[in-house]
Nanobody
């Protein structure tokens, strides 16, 4: 059974930082790509960034230079370090993984609220 469990969300003031974690099980994480998405109320799901199995990363323009994605294959976990947070970063954040066989799995989401 594949599971992706996000944690680390919460309330933070603008300018602050949070680190989200996404612990995976039931997949070969080290050979999978992993990504983060977010969805604010009334909006569609927005891509935040992706880390390849090679650990190369790409980010969306709205978070580039502020957010960092990294992974720990020994812990089967991907992280999203969010710095210089803005109120517009408020959203439910989801992690996903794409396996070598192109199967896609999603976590349940974790709420991030940034106050002004």
């Amino acid at each position: 059974q594949v599971q992706l469990v996000e944690s680390g969300g919460g309330l933070v003031q603008a300018g602050g930082s949070l680190r989200l974690s996404c612990a995976t099980s039931g997949i070969i994480f080290s050979s999978s790509a992993a990504g983060w998405y977010r969805q604010a109320p009334g909006n569609g799901r927005e891509w935040v960034g992706t880390i390849a199995r090679t650990e190369s990363t790409v980010y969306g323009d709205s978070v580039k230079g502020r957010f960092l994605i990294f992974r720990d294959n020994a812990r089967n976990t991907v992280y999203l370090q969010m710095n210089s947070l803005k109120p517009e970063d408020t959203a439910v954040y989801y992690c996903n993984v794409v396996t070598r066989t192109n199967q896609v799995y999603w976590g349940q989401g974790t709420q991030v609220n940034v106050s002004s």
